[in-house]
């Protein structure tokens, strides 16, 4: 069975860091494009960003640009996602999720919890 | 960005009836390839969120039939056949054609 495993999640106080991480197994891990989206308390779903498989192009929204960094390790089958001067507004349930051929299949992780609070 | 508009944002339904979910979306959701990126997932209560319908009407592994996708352009729509109970939830319904990717504001299926 394939598995997506995020962790990295836990409390941080506003302008904090974080590194969350996702570890694949059972699939092609290279086959994936993989992104990062999350889910805010109560609210709805939201894409923060993506890699290629290779890592050569990579795209974040808006809200996250310049302090979050998107990158992989294909030797490692993992996935990392680098947070810095987080806000209370990042606070979510982050997930990790595989999207392989052109969009025909995806795996998604259980989440990760992350709390920016003082 | 492009914006996804679900309605309606709370559907009561009955066990066994039909129900649908409409989603329109700010620009076209065709791609240069040809194909239209629209898909429908499924969030059950403290579950993360499963895909059910890719590229509008293709029903992912696993998916009972009674889940149905239809649409083009702008204008998409969700269709249970019969409600079961375990389909309470929020359905969302997501754009992979520009970036950011984007995602209605979703839809809460609850049982009358």
């Known amino acids: 069975e394939v598995r997506l495993v995020e962790s990295g999640g836990g409390l941080v106080q506003p302008g904090g860091s974080l590194r969350l991480s996702c570890a694949a197994s059972?699939?092609?891990?290279?086959?994936?494009?993989m992104s990062w989206l999350r889910q805010a308390p109560g609210k709805g779903l939201e894409w923060v960003a993506n890699?290629?498989?290779?890592?050569?192009?990579?795209y974040y929204v808006d809200s996250v640009k310049g302090r979050f960094t998107i990158s992989r390790d294909n030797a490692q089958n993992s996935l990392y996602l680098q947070m810095s001067s987080l806000r209370v507004e990042d606070t979510a349930v982050y997930y990790c999720?595989?999207?392989?051929?052109?969009?025909?299949?995806?795996?998604w992780g259980q989440g990760t919890q992350v709390t920016v609070s003082s | 960005d492009v914006v996804m508009t679900q309605s309606p944002l709370c559907l009561p339904v009955t066990l066994g009836q039909p129900a649908s979910i409409s989603c329109r979306s700010s620009?076209?959701?065709?791609?240069?390839?040809?194909?239209?990126?629209l898909s429908w997932f499924q969030q059950r209560p403290g579950q993360p969120p499963r895909r059910l319908i890719h590229?509008?009407?293709r029903r992912d592994s696993g998916v009972p039939d009674r889940f149905s996708g239809s649409g083009s352009g702008t204008e998409f729509t969700l269709q249970i056949s019969r409600v079961e109970a375990e389909d309470v939830g929020v359905y969302y319904c997501?754009?992979?054609?520009?970036?950011?990717?984007?995602f209605g504001q979703g839809t809460k299926v609850e049982i009358k």
């Open positions: 999720a595989c999207w392989f051929d052109y969009w025909s299949g995806t795996y």
């Open positions: 059972r699939l092609i891990f290279t086959d994936c494009w």
């Open positions: 890699i290629k498989q290779d890592g050569s192009e990579k």
């Open positions: 620009q076209s959701l065709v791609h240069r390839d040809g194909n239209t990126y």
């Open positions: 590229k509008v009407s």
């Open positions: 997501l754009q992979g054609v520009r970036w950011p990717h984007t």
